[in-house]
Nanobody, 122 residues
Framework: QLQACGGGLVQAGGSLRLSCTAS????????IGWFRQAPGKERSFVAA????????LAADSVKGRFAISRDNAKNTAYLQMNSLKPEDTAVYYC?????????????????WGQGTLVTVSS
């Protein structure tokens, strides 16, 4: 089970940190990712990190603003979001992949968290 939290309302230019905590299953051997779904749009990839944390991927739209990290001792992954824009408004979902390697493709996701809402006001 994946539990995402940390969403909320923030002004443009502000920051938020999302957390994704896994329970009841192995966390450290799987890649973890974040996806988001804006109103009226399909779910899209945001960022992902490999099992050791050495490999990260990020969507072009968030590069330089968002950073993904993980603490395997705490079974938790994080998404630090800086310089937020109104177009970042979405429900953010964390995901655990089937393998240790991250991917932009949701086909490789084995488990989804329940989502946390991020709203960025202009």
């Amino acid at each position: 089970q994946l539990q995402a939290c940390g969403g909320g309302l923030v002004q443009a230019g502000g920051s938020l940190r999302l957390s994704c905590t896994a329970s009841g299953r192995t966390f450290s051997s799987n890649a973890i990712g974040w996806f988001r779904q804006a109103p009226g749009k399909e779910r899209s990839f945001v960022a992902a990190i490999g099992w050791r944390g050495g490999t990260t991927l990020a969507a072009d739209s968030v590069k330089g603003r968002f950073a993904i990290s993980r603490d395997n001792a705490k079974n938790t992954a994080y998404l630090q979001m800086n310089s937020l824009k109104p177009e970042d408004t979405a429900v953010y979902y964390c995901a655990s992949y089937r393998s240790s390697l991250p991917s932009r493709d949701p086909e490789y996701v084995a488990y989804w968290g329940q989502g946390t809402l991020v709203t960025v006001s202009s």
